[in-house]
């Protein structure tokens, strides 16, 4: 049994995705992380950056729990540990691996300062919403251009790079990004959504998601000054 600290958020559906996928037995853990629960010092203990999503392995290969942090490497200790969406060849493994890092490391952090600026951020600055907007628009360029090459992002086939950053694209209206413009992107989106997995995955915790502004304390959670205080 997998245990899954998480919530409804890109980051979370990313490993939601891969265990419905490959039909792994897992438990849903929920960090409400408007509550403040990922600073729990028993969370912090498997996650110590204070972030979703988090898991722990009871069944690993040695036999003993093991715990791993941060999306990426949960897709890739997931994708070791079945042998699946990941492919058996090293050209393979690196080409999901590039497109997989490319995710967290721009697609991904990015998107979520546009989503920041756009919608969070207590004022408007121009001059951050035009920057995030520009590169949003990038990305979105770099996978279109991509996906004109072949059906999936990486390596012929549907792997952790394509969660990965289906899991991101699924806030593209967030981005102020519309798919239409962005053809190639939007094939392989709706293929992904029709998957009866994914349609599964999306449900994790979906009730729990946030209906209207940011409470005080939400804010002060997420963006403000309990990010900041010593644990």
């Known amino acids: 049994m997998i245990d899954v600290h998480t919530w409804p958020t890109p980051n979370g559906h990313k490993v939601h995705l891969f265990l419905e996928e490959a039909g792994l037995a897992y438990r849903v853990c929920p960090v409400d992380i408007n509550a403040g629960e990922q600073f729990d ?4 203990a498997i996650s110590p950056n204070n972030r979703i999503p988090a898991i722990v392995d009871h069944d690993s290969a040695d036999g003993r729990p093991i715990s791993v942090f941060e999306s990426g490497a949960i897709l890739l200790y997931l994708a070791r540990k079945t042998g699946q969406l990941f492919p ?4 393979g493994r690196s080409d999901v691996t ?7 490391g721009g697609f991904g952090p990015m998107l979520g300062q546009a989503h ?22 990038r990305l979105y360029r770099v996978l279109d251009t991509r996906l004109a090459q072949a059906p999936w992002v990486a390596a012929g086939q549907y792997s952790i790079a394509d969660i990965a950053i289906f899991a991101w694209a699924r806030s593209h209206a967030n981005h102020r990004i519309d798919l239409a413009d962005y053809p190639n992107v939007e094939r392989w989106y709706r293929v992904i959504e029709a998957r009866p997995a994914v349609q ?12 209207g502004p940011h409470s005080p304390q939400a804010w002060k959670n997420l963006f403000g000054d309990g990010q900041f205080e010593r644990r």
């Open 200 to 211: 599964r995955a999306v449900q994790v915790l979906a009730e729990r998601r946030r209906q």
């Open 116 to 137: 920041h600026f756009f919608n969070y951020a207590p004022e408007r600055l121009d001059y951050a919403v035009a920057r995030y907007a520009k590169e949003s628009q």
């Open 41 to 44: 010092p028993a969370f912090l």
């Open 88 to 91: 058996a060849d090293e050209r």
């Open 98 to 104: 590039q497109w997989l890092m490319w995710q967290m």
